[in-house]
């Protein structure tokens, strides 16, 4: 599936994050995990940042100055209406050219959804957009090779791709990064997420 189609199945269900019955604490251990790798409280940016504002929340109050981006109209409508204040960008991140660099990037149960042919060269996008000493946070599924798939599990049909571990690693090695930090974070799900730090 293109972004496009993503971004409209993702209309669909955009109130979903913003239900009483959803859990706010999902990826914040995560994240404290990789801001602790931070040396400058800077620019931030939420790839793929939905409506729930959860993280843009947590980075506020650790003192950065935060951006999000999302392909799906509606998840940005609401974000803005939570942080109305803040920078929201309506784009697909393939074609997006990032404005500046960042001192912290998140693609929190985002890129994954990224046809198989995107996942390198947007990797690459946020690795290098990181400013010296900057950190992404990503999440993907913890296969060892390269994967996709669609399903229905939310509702709509959306499409999930994986490069697989060692092509990650691979990726941040050539972006001039390191990884800090790998796990399964809800084994036995292959749910996989990954912090990698700019050198």
């Known amino acids: ?3 496009k189609a993503i ?3 993702y209309d669909l269900i955009a ?3 913003n239900s009483d019955t959803f859990d706010r604490t999902n990826g914040i251990a995560q994240h404290e995990r990789a801001i602790a790798f931070v040396r400058k409280m800077g620019y931030a940016l939420d790839v793929g940042c939905g409506s729930s504002g959860r993280f843009i929340d947590l980075l506020q109050m650790k003192g950065f100055a935060v951006e999000g981006i999302d392909i799906s109209a509606n998840m940005i409508s609401l974000a803005k209406q939570r942080h109305p204040a803040l920078t929201f960008h309506h784009a697909d991140i393939c074609e997006w050219a990032l404005p500046r660099s960042y001192d912290f ?3 929190w149960d985002s890129t994954w959804h990224l046809p198989l042919a995107s996942q ?3 990797l690459k996008k946020l690795l290098t957009g990181l400013r010296s000493g900057g950190v992404c946070i990503f999440s993907t599924g913890g296969l060892d090779g390269p994967s996709e798939k669609t399903d229905c599990f939310m509702g709509p049909e959306v499409s999930y791709s994986v490069l697989g571990i060692p ?3 691979q990726v941040i090695d050539e ?3 390191v990884c800090r930090h790998l796990e399964y974070d809800q084994y ?3 749910h996989l997420y990954v912090i990698a730090q700019r050198l």
């Open 167 to 169: 092509k990650l690693l």
């Open 7 to 9: 971004g409209q199945a």
């Open 15 to 17: 109130d979903r994050w």
């Open 105 to 107: 990037i998140s693609a």
């Open 120 to 122: 390198e060269p947007v």
């Open 1 to 3: 599936m293109d972004p």
């Open 175 to 177: 972006s001039d990064c």
């Open 188 to 190: 036995p799900e292959l």
